[in-house]
């Protein structure tokens, strides 16, 4: 048995998985559905493993089949990001791709490329905005080089990583909410105020905590749902330069202190991003 898997293979038997069925695979790949069987049947002989169940009732994955489709999936990723960031180091010269949430410390962020373009052969930087939890994935599929993160908040188990700042956390509210004329909160302060409930953020798999606050997708709708008064945020003490008129915040004294932090791949040997860490350090 050969042990080498084919991308293209690959991709045949992904697409098969998400369908479950044969015709509506083939067309999705623009081929026809004799050479698209033929194919998985060739996978499953190499492998020596069944990959589905065929029968009248239609098609189904075998516990092999599943194990396959985790695997393939992430093969194809890798595939994929190594292709972009092979073509953009090719092309790109001494530039670096730096993506970050948008509105999250726009002032730091500023410092660092203020700084970073004050030295010698300084790397061009192009900013790219994304929305919460999607700097990990730029990084990893090749869309980015680095990466404004933090922790605790993001996953950094994947990235080299260099610490930037540590801030306290603050509750923004509505201006005139009777909470907002405190000079301090608690996390249990905040946790049940039947009128102003807690505004919930995505986690890294795209769905939200349980919970009655509403469910946020940037930082325009978070702005506007606060000062109408149907929701707080707790957030970083930097988020107090976007702040509207409208807004007030408020420090809580429990809340973890949370860290902004630039984040690579590992084992990166791009002199562009070496310098912007060096640059990051000393700042």
């Not at 540590?166 to 249990?188: D, F, N, V």
């Amino acid at each position: 048995m050969v042990d080498t898997l084919e991308t293209r293979e690959l991709r045949y038997f992904v697409t098969v998985a998400e369908e479950l069925h044969f015709s509506r695979a083939a067309e999705r790949l623009g081929i026809a559905q004799p050479p698209l069987s033929r194919a998985i049947q060739q996978l499953e002989r190499r492998l020596g493993v069944t990959l589905f169940d065929r029968s009248r009732r239609g098609v189904a994955l075998t516990g092999a089949g599943k194990t396959l489709l985790d695997e393939a999936r992430d093969i194809l990723d890798a595939a994929a990001a190594a292709t972009r960031r092979t073509r953009r180091a090719a092309s790109a010269g001494n530039r670096l791709v730096l993506v970050t949430k948008a509105g999250a410390g726009h002032d730091l962020l500023r410092k660092l490329l203020d700084a970073h373009a004050a030295a010698p052969d300084a790397a061009e930087i192009e900013v790219v905005l994304c929305r919460m939890g999607e700097q990990g994935p730029m990084l990893r599929d090749g869309r980015a080089d680095v990466a404004l993160m933090q922790r605790p908040f993001d996953a950094l188990a994947d990235f080299d990583t260099e610490d930037l700042l540590t801030e306290q956390q603050i509750a923004i509210l509505p201006a005139g909410h009777p909470l907002a004329a405190r000079t301090s909160l608690t996390m249990a302060e905040i946790s049940d105020v039947p009128d102003l409930p807690v505004a919930r953020w995505p986690r890294q798999d795209g769905t939200y905590e349980p919970g009655p606050g509403p469910e946020i997708h940037d930082q325009s709708q978070l702005a506007q749902l606060i000062a109408l008064g149907h929701t707080m945020a707790v957030l970083c003490a930097s988020s107090r330069a976007w702040l509207w008129n409208a807004h007030t915040a408020v420090p809580l004294t429990d809340a973890p202190h949370v860290t902004t932090v630039l984040a690579w791949l590992p084992h990166s040997r791009s002199r562009a991003i070496a310098g912007l860490v060096r640059t990051a350090t000393a700042l």
